[in-house]
């Protein structure tokens, strides 16, 4: 098994089939333009209530000048225009490829539907750390920690290894410091693609917590959501030894790329699975539950067989679901909105 998140059971080989489409712009492809009408969904009831979400646009209208690998994947959007002043826009997308050289990238738009501008220096943050080199920087997420008034950034590189980083101005980040690895959870040869949010667990004297996927050495299944907690986001974290959520539950081998979600007075995580579709599972408010709901997003044609590692958002009322779209190593940034 390779170091990959989860791409659809009918993959022949990493490449034959990861090379094989989901370049900017094949959304028109299926008659869709850019910020034209949106293209249908397969009709999905959305477990636990939840919305279905329908794709509007791609994010970028045009090509991107740093694209090292033809890939652009793991969104996170963040509203900056009530955290800091001189911002390029009321929106911070933040992604990078996977592979070496990776990267973490930014763009910015005035809308969440965007289309989102290419920031002009990117990468942001490249594999020569401050401490050490890594073959790749990737899988971003960001969160404004209140507190300290920064932006908090949470990367991986290797894949063994996820790291944190500040930054005043969500642009220039500095500090990267080691948090979590396969040494801190067991029986685990990858911890990486993680996301961090403000939500309190019973018992844990915590304000933060990170969900992450693990590669894990037990069976059944491989690649696992597992989770971790902290008091304040940046260091003291603390992680469970065990899997949050089983691909099993979900008739899979792997998941990955999970975000947390509220709803009904109860937790859920969202994630995507190893047959190209995203999946729900309620955890409970202190994450002692472990209730498979379902599918909670499938690809349609200009998706090119996979949808993953969601993001969510909300502007002037509207929710949207950031997300990337296509196999792993050709795929790209998507845009839909709640219906």
Request: hydrophobic share 35%.
């Amino acid at each position: 098994m390779d170091d990959r998140s989860p791409t659809p059971p009918a993959a022949l080989s990493r490449r034959t089939v990861l090379r094989g489409a989901a370049l900017l712009g094949t959304a028109t492809a299926a008659g869709t333009a850019l910020g034209g009408t949106l293209a249908s969904t397969p009709a999905l009831a959305g477990p636990a209530g939840f919305p279905s979400y329908r794709y509007v646009r791609d994010a970028f209208a045009v090509p991107l000048r740093y694209n090292p690998t033809g890939e652009f994947i793991f969104p996170c959007v963040r509203g900056v225009y009530d955290k800091i002043s001189g911002a390029r826009g009321r929106y911070y997308l933040y992604y990078a490829p996977h592979d070496a050289p990776g990267g973490i990238c930014l763009a910015y738009a005035d809308r969440l539907e965007g289309p989102y501008t290419e920031y002009p220096g990117n990468p942001i943050v490249d594999r020569v750390l401050p401490t050490t080199t890594v073959s790749h920087v990737s899988s971003p997420h960001v969160v404004w920690n209140a507190s300290s008034q920064e932006f908090f950034l949470y990367f991986h590189g290797e894949n063994t290894t996820t790291r944190v980083a500040r930054s005043r101005d969500g642009i220039n980040f500095t500090n990267e410091t080691p948090i979590l690895s396969t040494r801190l959870v067991p029986n685990t040869t990858e911890t990486s693609y993680a996301r961090v949010f403000e939500h309190q667990v019973a018992g844990k004297n915590n304000k933060y917590v990170m969900l992450f996927m693990g590669l894990h050495t037990v069976a059944p299944g491989t690649r696992k959501i597992f989770w971790g907690w902290s008091p304040n986001g940046w260091d003291q974290w603390q992680f469970a030894p065990n899997p949050l959520i089983s691909p099993s539950g979900d008739g899979l081998t792997d998941i990955s790329a999970p975000h947390l979600l509220h709803r009904n007075g109860t937790t859920y995580v969202v994630y995507h699975g190893n047959d190209g579709r995203m999946r729900l599972t309620e955890v409970g408010n202190n994450f002692d539950r472990e209730v498979h709901l379902g599918v909670f997003h499938s690809p349609i044609a200009s998706d090119n067989g996979r949808v993953a590692s969601p993001a969510f958002g909300t502007d002037g009322g509207v929710s949207y679901m950031i997300y990337e779209a296509g196999p792993r190593l050709d795929a790209r940034i998507c845009i839909a909105r709640a219906v």
